[in-house]
Nanobody, 126 residues
Framework: VQLQASGGGLVQAGGSLRLSCAAS????????VGWFRQAPGKEREFVAGVSWSGGTTYYAEAVKGRFTISRDNAKNTVYLQMNSLKPEDTAVYYC????????????????????WGQGTLVTVSS
């Protein structure tokens, strides 16, 4: 599976952006998808995750209530709707996929993902 992230850009604090993660290749596989982000000088961190069916979602505490992850399997695309953006949300955002059947145990662990997109830059100005 190949993943391509898009939708990043420059937005003012309080604004919104929607990121997309489009999959190609063996998209018939059941894969769960997570979004991670990495700010300059910081470690990559988990942001949100969605199970292959879309029925279960996970969020980091820092984004709960502001970000929403969803997927459209007919379009092989996962979305991250980001509202009420803050300057501290500035980072490169990556989507990643895994076929793990134990996703509920490992959704926030970057080393448990098999496929990674190239990243899209989100900049939130104050």
């Amino acid at each position: 599976v190949q993943l391509q992230a898009s939708g990043g850009g420059l937005v003012q604090a309080g604004g919104s952006l929607r990121l997309s993660c489009a999959a190609s290749g063996r998209t018939s596989s059941r894969y769960s998808v997570g979004w991670f982000r990495q700010a300059p000088g910081k470690e990559r961190e988990f942001v949100a995750g969605v199970s292959w069916s879309g029925g279960t979602t996970y969020y980091a505490e820092a984004v709960k209530g502001r970000f929403t992850i969803s997927r459209d399997n007919a379009k092989n695309t996962v979305y991250l709707q980001m509202n009420s953006l803050k300057p501290e949300d500035t980072a490169v955002y990556y989507c990643a996929g895994t076929t793990s059947t134990y996703y509920w145990r490992s959704y926030n662990l970057s080393n448990k993902y098999d496929y990674w997109g190239q990243g899209t830059l989100v900049t939130v100005s104050s």
